[in-house]
T-cell receptor
């Protein structure tokens, strides 16, 4: 257990529905990342936050995706009008800019989304 | 275009041998590179980081090298054990914000 939690762990939804995932990072971490991972692929960067500010968003991320981190603590990722191609594992990671030499990212267990 | 390539095939080795995994990149100038381990159904776990001005880094049975001329990092596991079986990911960091991951190499260590 890395200290990063994600909920739900699994989500099955029908095409066209909206879904929202939550990530709770390690409490003192000011930086939070979202990634998407499909089978046989590495994590693909989606977006990241420094405290409550969203500093970068992947060009691959369509307008159906939105992420927030309103108080600089937990974050939510919402997907509107889901499509079958959205089926993937959604990973959250956190780190601190005040940290030691490794700048490692601590990943949560992920939320597996299946769109039927 | 920018690309990260890891061993395209899964790697199968015998227990006790040294596993060597490769990460090649093109059209990047990374500040540092990290290696992560990922088990099925779980998030990646950080193993080692190596900076652009470092040639080699070690941690217990793990060793990472970084050759910015060849644009390549090698990841070695010595005295491999079945418990080392997992997918190993390399990640390139261009700046503090964004990480780009390779697709990983699946290592199987047979007893």
């Amino acid at each position: 257990d890395t200290g990063v939690s994600q909920n739900p762990r699994h989500k099955i939804t029908k095409r066209g529905q909206n879904v929202t995932f939550r990530c709770d990072p390690i409490s003192e971490h000011n930086r939070l990342y979202w990634y998407r991972q499909t089978l046989g692929q590495g994590p693909e960067f989606l977006t990241y936050f420094q405290n409550e500010a969203q500093l970068e968003k992947s060009r691959l991320l369509s307008d159906r995706f939105s992420a927030e981190r309103p108080k600089g603590s937990f974050s939510t990722l919402e997907i509107q009008r889901t499509e079958q191609g959205d089926s993937a594992m959604y990973l959250c990671a956190s780190t601190t800019t005040e940290g030691g030499p490794n700048n490692e990212q601590f990943f949560g267990p992920g939320t597996r989304l299946t769109v039927l | 275009s920018q690309k990260i390539e890891q061993n395209s095939e899964a790697l199968n080795i015998q227990e006790g041998k040294t596993a060597t995994l490769t990460c090649n990149y093109t059209n990047y100038s990374p500040a540092y590179l990290q290696w992560y381990r990922q088990d099925p159904g779980r998030g990646p776990v950080f193993l080692l980081l190596i900076r652009e001005n470092e040639k080699e880094k070690r941690k217990e049975r793990l060793k990472v090298t970084f050759d910015t001329t060849l644009k390549q990092s090698l990841f070695h596991i010595t005295a491999s054990q079945p418990a080392d079986s997992a997918t190993y990911l390399c990640a390139i960091h261009l700046h503090a914000g964004k990480s780009t991951f390779g697709d990983g190499t699946t290592l199987t260590v047979k007893p």
